[in-house]
């Protein structure tokens, strides 16, 4: 049997409902827990979705693409044969689902690489390793673009977490140690 890891002790999936069991709750907190569910598959391929802001009023969600989600080709196919369906499962009167592009940051780039970068990166996705039971360490990051990781977890999303990495600026090579 499949059970919900959002479910209750009488087993019903009540993420986002009232709790009389009736219409969920159209807000950013929301959104950002149905996502869950598509945030594994998007962790395994270096990526990741968060919330920008939702419009109550129109329903529409403004979503920001992370990590290889950021600049895959696919981006487009990820956000409505996956995101966008998953969201008008749970919203039928759901407005557009809008990619919100990240402008931050252009005009200050990194010279180098900095252990915040990496820690940035890894407390960005961390979130998702530990729902998929993954465990992870920053052991060491060199100025020469290799970072040394302590992680333990499926291998999937190992691979997910190297994809990620690889996108930080400067950084060459993920070393994985015990």
Do not use: W
């Not at 969600?61 to 981006?75: D, I, N, Q, R, T």
């Not at 919203?91 to 990619?99: E, I, N, R, S, T």
């Amino acid at each position: 049997a499949i059970v919900s890891p959002f479910a209750n002790d009488d087993g019903n999936d009540n993420a986002g409902l009232e709790p009389d069991g009736g219409v969920t709750i159209f807000s950013k907190e929301t959104v950002d827990k149905i996502l869950d569910e598509v945030r594994p598959y998007l962790v395994a391929d270096g990526g990741n979705v968060s919330v920008e802001r939702v419009d109550a009023e129109t329903k529409d969600v403004y979503l920001k693409l992370e990590g290889a989600c950021g600049s895959c080709p696919s981006s487009t196919v990820t956000m409505q044969m996956g995101i966008e369906r998953v969201l008008k499962e749970n919203f039928a009167d759901l407005g557009q689902v809008v990619q919100v592009q990240d402008d931050e940051g252009e005009n200050e780039a990194p010279t180098e690489l900095t252990y915040a970068a990496v820690e940035a990166e890894i407390k960005r996705i961390q979130p998702a390793i530990l729902a998929m039971g993954g465990v992870i360490r920053i052991e060491k990051v060199e100025p020469n673009g290799v970072v040394e990781i302590n992680f333990r977890g499926g291998s999937k999303v190992q691979q997910g977490l190297e994809l990620a990495l690889l996108d930080v600026p400067f950084v060459k090579h993920v070393k994985f140690v015990q």
